[in-house]
């Protein structure tokens, strides 16, 4: 982890299992290497390194993954967590293809770190990040969403009191609010009126005046 161009991962726990003890590298589990005597969603491990170099964690304690031969287990430590943050950075790399933009690996760990979620680590009194990968894919998404008028169907009016105006909208990520803007015709700007929205697909009915 101390390596150039090398992302230095720790492990946090994915959900609340009880007291936890880890087996020493060197001794064996007959000898723990330190208790978390409570766990909690996202509390960091206690046998993760902390310091300057780490400053992303993951999900990798308890984790239920394939194995060798076939089947699934459960594994925990710091060799579960890497692999999320790797996944997530092919993710993010795939994203930026199709986009056609580029990162660098230290970029995707910046834009990791300012997306994540910020945990307070009492027993190194520092702040780390556990990654979030679908608010890092947000934080580069420039892809406007589809916006269609569905009516009127011309897109112009003639109203003297009100007329409504619905719209269908589509995000790959998500919605989360939209405004209209009524112009008349001399491009002047004359009303706008907000909606919040949610889901992929929605629709929804703008009234002007």
Not at 31 to 40: G, H, R
Not at 86 to 115: D, W
Request: hydrophobic share 35%; with cysteine.
């Amino acid at each position: 982890g101390c390596l150039s161009n090398v992302t230095a991962v720790g492990d946090t726990y994915d959900a609340n299992v009880g007291s936890k003890s880890w087996c020493h590298p060197i001794l064996g589990c007959g000898t723990a290497l330190c208790t978390d005597a409570t766990t909690e969603l996202d509390q960091i491990v206690c046998h993760a390194n902390r310091g300057n170099l780490v400053k992303l964690f993951a999900p990798g304690s308890v984790i239920n993954s394939t194995k060798l031969g076939g089947g699934y287990e459960e594994q925990s430590g710091t060799s579960m967590a890497t692999p999320v943050v790797a996944g997530a950075m092919a993710v993010m790399k795939q994203y930026l293809a199709l986009t056609g933009k580029t990162k660098t690996p230290s970029e995707l760990e910046a834009i990791f770190n300012n997306t994540g979620k910020v945990i307070y680590d009492s027993e190194s009194g520092r702040n780390y990040t556990r990654i979030d990968i679908f608010g890092a894919l947000l934080s580069i998404d420039e892809t406007p969403p589809n916006v269609t008028l569905v009516s009127p169907i011309d897109g112009l009016s003639n109203y003297t009191n009100s007329e409504d105006f619905t719209c269908n909208f589509s995000d790959e990520f998500g919605l989360k609010n939209a405004t209209a803007y009524l112009w008349n015709d001399s491009g002047e700007l004359v009303n706008t009126s907000s909606v919040n929205l949610t889901g992929k697909t929605n629709s929804s009915s703008f009234t002007f005046p």
